[in-house]
């Protein structure tokens, strides 16, 4: 059996490649995969409403279920463009909800799982956004919210967010501060971290005590994810011919 972590696809609609390639990805996991860690941002928005208006995701839910009668145990790391997950993440997928990092003990390893967006500490403008997101008042407003205004609530957010891609990066030494992150676990006797949020595809492992740093990169045009065998993290890539 498979351990797989995925984070970043930031899907929007069923034609768009990057769909159509996690549809075909997590199709040909069924029947194998023990775990399957999603880290965030699986969706470029995702609020869970008791309406389910987003019913453009249908298919990836469609397809996590089947995972799920599988045989596969489904762990949800909400990001910061997926969170509030509701009720078909917790009951229908039946689902374990992180709402922040974790400690994970997977094939005797003790990892670090999150992720990412919680890393810089620097960033402090966002670090208030998430807390403000994330309180009771929004997750009670959520549920009274019409169709309607969580599609333009989506909209608006994915025009801000698109745009803030190059900037972020260009702003931020993602690989400073995720290597700097990682020794501070070192010293708390972890044997790995793999994060999310960073859109950065990094393999690299720490000496003085072993320490593998997993950063997964995305699924939006690098198509990478992390596998675990043998006790081993590993970086690896999906082939990304199109699908027809």
């Not at 005797?108 to 890393?119: A, S, V």
């Not at 969580?150 to 501060?177: F, H, M, P, T």
Request: charged share 25%; hydrophobic share 40%.
């Amino acid at each position: 059996m498979r351990t797989i972590f995925i984070a970043d696809a930031h899907l929007v609609s069923p034609g768009d490649n990057n769909y159509r390639l996690l549809l075909r990805f997590l199709s040909e996991l069924e029947g194998e995969l023990d775990t399957l860690y999603i880290l965030g941002d699986l969706f470029d928005f995702w609020l869970g409403f008791p309406s389910q208006p987003f019913t453009e995701y249908d298919a990836v839910i469609d397809v996590l279920e089947r995972l799920v009668h599988r045989g596969c145990n489904l762990v949800y790391f909400e990001g910061n463009h997926d969170f509030h997950l509701g009720a078909v993440f917790s009951q229908r997928l039946k689902a374990r909800i992180h709402t922040g990092p974790s400690t994970e003990f997977v094939q005797g390893k003790r990892l670090y799982l999150c992720h990412g967006d919680q890393i810089n500490n620097n960033d402090r403008l966002y670090r208030l956004l998430r807390f403000l997101l994330r309180t009771r008042l929004v997750a009670a407003a959520v549920r009274r919210f019409p169709p309607l205004w969580a599609q333009k609530i989506r909209e608006r957010l994915q025009k801000r967010s698109q745009a803030g891609y190059g900037v972020n990066s260009a702003r931020w030494d993602y690989r400073r501060i995720i290597l700097d992150f990682a020794r501070s676990l070192q010293k708390k006797g972890y044997d790995g971290l793999v994060t999310g949020h960073f859109h950065l595809a990094l393999r690299e492992e720490l000496t003085a005590p072993p320490l593998a740093v997993l950063s997964l990169g995305d699924w939006m045009e690098q198509f990478t994810y992390g596998e675990m065998i043998n006790g081993e993290l590993r970086l690896k890539r999906y082939a990304t011919h199109p699908v027809t």
